[in-house]
T-cell receptor, first 112, second 115 residues
Framework: KQEVTQIPAALSVPEGENLVLNCSFT??????LQWFRQDPGKGLTSLLL?????REQTSGRLNASLDKSSGRSTLYIAASQPGDSATYLC???????????FGKGTKLSVIP | GAVVSQHPSWVICKSGTSVKIECRSL??????MFWYRQFPKQSLMLMAT?????????EQGVEKDKFLINHASLTLSTLTVTSAHPEDSSFYIC???????????FGPGTRLLVL
């Protein structure tokens, strides 16, 4: 059974800092990996999707990497802003499946 | 594009009553819709997968007679929590996909509080 772990559970940084969120998964047979953002009491916003054959994806100040063999992904946020404060979720889709397995998330607070 | 809505956004009900939550894909046809539940400080857990016109597939531990799912059209799926109890209080989120293997687009969620 796939398990997804996110470290740290919470992170507080001053505005302007660069930061890295970590995600690990136990079964490397994945179809893709996604990073989502969830604001309090809200649904999910997809940030980046990395196919299993890709190593990284970039969107603006966000960069996500994937090392499938080691079961790890990182989300790098450059020049953090207070508006980045949210919970960031990592989720993997198993190969041959459509099911997403989520981590518990990292709650990010960017202090002005 | 790819907008998914949920209604209601929040609901409070008495124990023993039934609650229906709607999930709609507004600008695309969703062959497959997923229902997730999220308890505080926990990850999203898949409850069931529904394909238009067929019975939903429930995850282990999810009671199909308690959580009734109907996916009668390519743009609408409903989740009915029957005889709701306080332990059913949670955040319910749906997602929709054109084929099931493609990207899932998530709704804004429905917060259910059972008194």
């Amino acid at each position: 059974k796939q398990e997804v772990t996110q470290i740290p559970a919470a992170l507080s940084v001053p505005e302007g800092e660069n930061l890295v969120l970590n995600c690990s998964f136990t079964d490397s047979a994945i179809y893709n990996l996604q990073w989502f953002r969830q604001d309090p009491g809200k649904g999910l916003t997809s940030l980046l999707l990395i196919q299993s054959s890709q190593r990284e994806q970039t969107s603006g100040r966000l960069n996500a990497s994937l090392d499938k063999s080691s079961g790890r992904s990182t989300l790098y946020i450059a020049a953090s802003q207070p508006g980045d404060s949210a919970t960031y979720l990592c989720a993997v889709t198993g190969a041959g499946s459509y099911q997403l397995t989520f981590g518990k998330g990292t709650k990010l607070s960017v202090i002005p | 594009g790819a907008v998914v809505s949920q209604h209601p956004s929040w609901v409070i009900c008495k124990s023993g009553t039934s609650v229906k939550i709607e999930c709609r894909s507004l600008d695309f046809q969703a062959t497959t819709m997923f229902w997730y539940r999220q308890f505080p400080k926990q990850s999203l857990m898949l409850m069931a997968t529904s394909n238009e016109g067929s019975k939903a597939t429930y995850e282990q531990g999810v009671e199909k007679d308690k959580f009734l799912i109907n996916h009668a059209s390519l743009t609408l799926s409903t989740l009915t929590v029957t005889s709701a109890h306080p332990e059913d209080s949670s955040f319910y989120i749906c997602s929709a996909s054109t084929t099931g293997l493609e990207t899932q687009y998530f709704g804004p969620g429905t917060r259910l509080l059972v008194l």
